[in-house]
């Protein structure tokens, strides 16, 4: 499948999840069983907001316990070689992310798993743009005007992000090359520190996904410029997207998905799909993410194992450009 093709099969990104699952498995079943649940990063972040309502609906539609092991370090790699390395049975699953699973691959020199030869891609949970964000008391109000200004003092604009080599950093580069700009990136150990500091306008922006700057702008007190996705978000329907600014075809995400260990038995993959596939279109889901500018999303196995292989290739290709690099 072209990498455009699939895309534009997943053109419902920030709309509703629309693509079905295989039936659920016949021969095996994981009802009563006990599934941990690998979060590669610690409690409270993204991730786990993405992941813990994910594991107590998956347990209902299962009929198992789910239990949420939070396993943090080095970028995702810690948890995800914790998968990488169990047994090939369903009963451990990975809550893996656009950085387990297509960056840390490059952005890593000696890289602590194989994303594609040591798991097995079970499904497409959720999706959510980066935001181009800047201090409420900015005179910049839009892109264009971000550009102009970057443009007159090359070098002098700083943006922030949650680290080097995250979904942030990697759209700032991507966005910093195709305006023809030149930026400075401050690198933070978290969105949490970086947004702290724009709001005391010690940064020019950020790039950072949205849930992690939503509270701020809805507040008043961050101006969103634009979001990285192919389509508006549902929270901020005022918000341009980066494509619709002057930069035709950009687009990235962030994005969470589940993933088992290499050699899970397709029936149990396929029973793990058709139960997440049934959390991931249940307005009870949607409900705890869109509020926050996450947008479920469903994919099929095959689709899903599809759209990891081209964002390998994007995401690799982000972090060569930038330099990024990690040993």
Not at 184 to 194: D, I, N, R, T
Not at 208 to 215: A, G, T
């Amino acid at each position: 499948m072209k990498r455009r093709d699939f895309l534009q099969a997943v053109a419902a990104t920030f709309g509703t999840a629309t693509i079905g699952v295989a039936g659920a498995a016949q021969a095996q079943s994981l009802a009563g069983a006990q599934i941990r649940m690998i979060v590669p990063f610690p409690p409270g972040g993204p991730t786990d907001i993405v992941a813990r309502p994910l594991a107590q609906m998956l347990g209902d539609a299962a009929k198992a316990t789910i239990v949420v092991d939070n396993r943090g370090g080095a970028g995702g790699s810690v948890g995800a070689s914790v998968v990488a390395k169990a047994a090939a049975d369903g009963r451990t699953i990975l809550m893996g992310t656009v950085g387990t699973h297509a960056i840390n691959p490059t952005l890593y020199k000696t890289p602590a798993y194989d994303a594609e030869k040591e798991f097995t891609p079970i499904a497409l949970v959720a999706m959510a743009p980066v935001a181009v964000v800047v201090n409420a008391e900015s005179p910049v109000k839009t892109l264009a005007e971000l550009v102009a200004a970057a443009k007159k003092d090359p070098g002098k604009l700083t943006f922030g992000t949650a680290g080097s080599g995250t979904p942030g950093h990697l759209t700032g580069e991507m966005f910093r090359r195709a305006a023809g700009i030149d930026l400075l990136h401050v690198p933070y150990k978290g969105s949490a520190p970086a947004v702290t500091d724009l709001l005391g306008s010690q940064l020019g922006l950020m790039f950072d996904p949205l849930q992690s700057v939503l509270s701020h702008v809805q507040a008043g007190k961050l101006r969103a410029l634009a979001i990285s996705s192919k389509s508006r978000a549902s929270v901020l329907p005022d918000v341009p997207t980066i494509a619709e600014s002057g930069f035709a075809g950009f687009e990235t995400t962030a994005w969470w998905g589940v993933f088992a260990p290499a050699g899970v038995p397709a029936p149990i993959a396929d029973q793990l799909a058709a139960d997440i596939e049934r959390v991931v279109r249940s307005a009870d889901f949607r409900g705890k993410l869109e509020s926050l500018g996450v947008v479920p999303v469903a994919l099929t196995r095959n689709a899903f194992a599809d759209f990891q292989k081209a964002e390998l290739a994007k995401w690799g290709q982000a972090v060569r450009d930038s330099g990024a690099r990690v040993d």
